[in-house]
């Protein structure tokens, strides 16, 4: 399972650098709200890869340091778009920045799981509030990026509910958490795949 988990990474990688891409080229197109999707996108890709330079590069062995610079801008990339998206009260950035602010100083290994799902729980109500707003006015206002935001619901979803589960059973041999990673891998390559999806198919 350990070499399919690396293969479904490998995709997924793939998949980041495809979609982060085909956002630049497309980025003079998007509205503003749009352009934190492309925001987002980039954020993750360099994240990754600043994961592999210091892994493959400066041979480091610990990048934990990386852990709380990427909960807290993913936090607020989301947070923010979402706000924008459902034009919500400005005050609702707040509570973002205290979070944000949160998980960026205080660097403890011991809750940077923690500090995930957190983070994964307040992207999941913005994302799921932003999705009951475009369903009700799809009649009037065909939301470009309704799919997407329907995969960043279910993707940050089942990764609380994985987290949760781990957590709960530890009795797991290492194939089987593998092959949960590689699932949770799947749904992100999905994610990825309706990003792409949505920027191939706008129009001027």
């Not at 998949?15 to 749009?34: C, D, Y």
Request: charged share 20%; net charge positive.
């Amino acid at each position: 399972m350990e070499d399919a988990f690396k293969v479904i990474l490998y995709f997924n990688n793939s998949f980041l650098f495809i979609s982060a891409l085909i956002g630049l080229i497309k980025f003079k197109r998007l509205k503003n709200t749009e352009k934190w999707y492309v925001y987002y996108i980039i954020f993750l890709f360099l994240i990754e890869a600043a994961i592999k330079i210091s892994i493959y590069v400066f041979k480091l062995k610990n990048i934990d340091f990386l852990y709380p610079l990427y909960v807290s801008g993913e936090l607020f990339l989301l947070g923010s778009l979402f706000i924008r998206k459902s034009n919500l009260s400005r005050y609702w950035y707040i509570p973002i920045v205290a979070l944000v602010g949160y998980f960026f100083f205080v660097n403890n290994a011991e809750t940077n799981e923690l500090k995930k799902v957190i983070s994964n729980i307040v992207v999941i109500c913005f994302a799921g509030y932003s999705l009951l707003t475009e369903i009700k006015k799809s009649e009037t206002n065909n939301d470009r990026f309704i799919v997407a935001d329907a995969f960043i619901f279910l993707y940050y979803a089942v990764s609380v509910f994985i987290f949760f589960m781990l957590r709960q059973l530890k009795s797991f041999s290492n194939d089987e958490v593998y092959m949960i990673w590689g699932m949770n891998n799947i749904l992100c390559c999905f994610l990825y795949i309706s990003i792409i999806y949505t920027f191939l198919k706008l129009k001027k």
